[in-house]
């Protein structure tokens, strides 16, 4: 399995399109630090502090690098997705474009290998990408600004201090990793039915954009079936920046992803052990 996996991602890091993510990321990351710390901080400080009011005294300014990293997680993690499915939705069908699924499935390896090393190679491609983001938002702000307090804003304002902070980083990036895992999850198994990968890539999106919509819109009749949409958790890494933190919120959201994510392999598992390659 370890020789196949190491095939899979041969595969991967051999197409141009792989490195279409750590180049924006690359690029996006250094811009957006720029640029806040050139001036769109005083924005977001303003924001907090009018909405302490007279109940706060800000004396300096709240700009360091745990908060950049914070501000650039919130932003990019929404294009994200994007940049995953470029990679997912090609799995299976790089394949069927390449004309080589005869000779995959004729060598001496089982359907159930070649599911399972494809989907663990995404699960890889997903870990570098994250990591790599991981590097630039998080190391790099805390280089070039240092650390400090943090004061963010979800539905109320928390200041955590710079002892307080790590762990919550390092836990909300591991939740994302999570919830990404369930997006390139999504792009694989479509990708399976397919022979070009546009399809899976327009699809996965289309999916998440819609079931996204259908998380906020404010009818009841929505309320019964949120719990059950994916992308009512993907944003769930934010828990770890209130006080107290909601664990058993956060272990619920990661039982529904990972639900999702088991019953999505399976049914690409299902889908490629009975698939005709003759026709």
Same mark, same amino acid.
């Given at each position: 399995?370890?020789? @196949?996996?190491?095939?899979?991602?041969?595969?991967?890091?051999?197409?141009?399109?792989?490195?279409?993510?750590?180049?924006?990321?690359?690029?996006?990351?250094?811009?957006?630090?720029?640029?806040?710390?050139?001036?769109?901080?005083?924005?977001?400080?303003?924001? $907090?502090?009018?909405?302490?009011?007279?109940?706060?005294?800000?004396?300096?300014?709240? =700009?360091?690098?745990?908060? +950049?990293?914070?501000?650039?997680?919130?932003?990019?993690?929404?294009?994200?997705?994007?940049?995953?499915? =470029?990679?997912?939705?090609?799995?299976?069908?790089?394949?069927?474009?390449?004309?080589?699924?005869?000779? @995959?499935?004729? *060598?001496?390896?089982?359907?159930?290998?070649?599911?399972?090393?494809?989907?663990?190679?995404?699960? !890889?491609?997903?870990?570098?990408?994250?990591?790599?983001?991981? @590097?630039?938002?998080?190391? +790099?702000? $805390?280089?070039?600004?240092?650390?400090?307090? +943090?004061? !963010?804003? %979800? /539905?109320?304002?928390?200041?955590?201090?710079?002892?307080?902070?790590?762990? *919550?980083?390092?836990?909300?990036?591991?939740?994302?990793?999570?919830?990404?895992?369930?997006?390139?999850?999504?792009?694989?198994?479509?990708?399976?039915?397919? /022979?070009?990968?546009?399809?899976?890539? %327009?699809?996965?999106?289309?999916?998440?954009?819609?079931?996204?919509?259908?998380?906020?819109?404010?009818?009841?009749?929505?309320?019964?079936?949120?719990?059950?949409?994916?992308?009512?958790?993907?944003?769930?890494?934010?828990?770890?920046?209130? #006080?107290?933190? #909601?664990?058993?919120?956060?272990?619920?959201?990661?039982?529904?992803?990972?639900?999702?994510?088991?019953?999505?392999?399976?049914?690409?598992?299902?889908?490629?052990?009975?698939?005709?390659?003759?026709?």
């Amino acid at each position: 399995m370890i020789t @196949l996996v190491y095939i899979e991602l041969q595969k991967i890091f051999r197409k141009w399109r792989t490195y279409i993510g750590f180049i924006a990321i690359g690029i996006l990351i250094p811009l957006a630090q720029w640029a806040l710390y050139a001036g769109g901080m005083e924005g977001y400080q303003g924001m $907090i502090t009018r909405r302490l009011g007279e109940s706060f005294v800000s004396g300096g300014s709240i =700009l360091n690098g745990y908060l +950049l990293a914070f501000i650039t997680l919130q932003g990019l993690y929404i294009h994200f997705p994007f940049l995953i499915v =470029l990679v997912g939705g090609d799995l299976f069908s790089s394949e069927a474009t390449a004309g080589t699924y005869r000779l @995959l499935i004729t *060598r001496p390896i089982s359907r159930f290998q070649i599911v399972t090393a494809k989907f663990i190679a995404g699960l !890889v491609y997903t870990a570098a990408l994250l990591l790599w983001l991981f @590097l630039l938002s998080f190391v +790099l702000s $805390i280089i070039l600004f240092g650390d400090g307090a +943090l004061m !963010v804003f %979800i /539905e109320k304002i928390y200041v955590f201090g710079a002892d307080d902070v790590l762990w *919550r980083f390092i836990s909300a990036y591991g939740f994302a990793y999570l919830s990404l895992t369930m997006v390139c999850t999504l792009a694989f198994t479509f990708s399976s039915l397919v /022979e070009n990968a546009i399809g899976p890539i %327009i699809t996965t999106l289309a999916i998440i954009i819609v079931f996204t919509i259908l998380s906020f819109l404010p009818f009841e009749v929505l309320n019964s079936f949120r719990p059950y949409f994916f992308t009512t958790y993907l944003d769930e890494w934010r828990l770890f920046f209130t #006080d107290p933190v #909601d664990f058993s919120a956060i272990i619920k959201s990661a039982i529904v992803i990972i639900s999702h994510i088991v019953g999505l392999y399976l049914i690409t598992l299902f889908l490629f052990i009975k698939k005709d390659i003759l026709t």
